[in-house]
């Protein structure tokens, strides 16, 4: 299983990036994907997920700015992150796991495949 997150970049703050999770090992339309960010000193936090039925779930300091979204024909999920903020910047991180149930879809430990991250930068 192989997860690849891209689309990371340097931002001006109200500006926008979409992210993109490329997964390939998986029956991806079975897997809830999360996204999780991690700023400098700071703990690795959850931002968003869509579950297999697409359903999706935010955490409150994006809800109205950020969107995610999957195409399972590309096997991909995306984030498309709108109005960003300096203390959005992190790197975000993509996540799948097949058996996740509702109340522990925020929690790191939930998932068991990561991809290896991507840089967002947004500037004041």
């Known amino acids: 299983v192989q997860l690849q997150a891209s689309g990371g970049g340097l931002v001006q703050a109200g500006g926008s990036l979409r992210l993109s999770c490329a997964a390939s090992?998986?029956?991806?339309?079975?897997?809830?994907v999360g996204w999780f960010r991690q700023a400098p000193g700071k703990e690795r936090e959850f931002v968003a997920a869509?579950?297999?039925?697409?359903?999706?779930h935010y955490v409150d300091s994006v809800k109205g700015r950020f969107t995610v979204s999957r195409d399972n024909a590309k096997n991909t999920v995306y984030l498309q992150m709108d109005s960003l903020k300096p203390e959005d910047t992190a790197v975000y991180y993509c996540?799948?796991?097949?058996?996740?149930?509702?109340?522990?879809?925020?929690?790191?430990?939930?998932?068991?495949?990561w991809g290896q991250g991507t840089l967002v930068t947004v500037s004041s």
């Open positions: 996540a799948a796991d097949s058996n996740i149930i509702l109340s522990s879809l925020r929690q790191r430990d939930s998932y068991d495949y």
């Open positions: 090992g998986l029956t991806f339309r079975r897997y809830t």
């Open positions: 869509i579950r297999y039925s697409g359903t999706t």
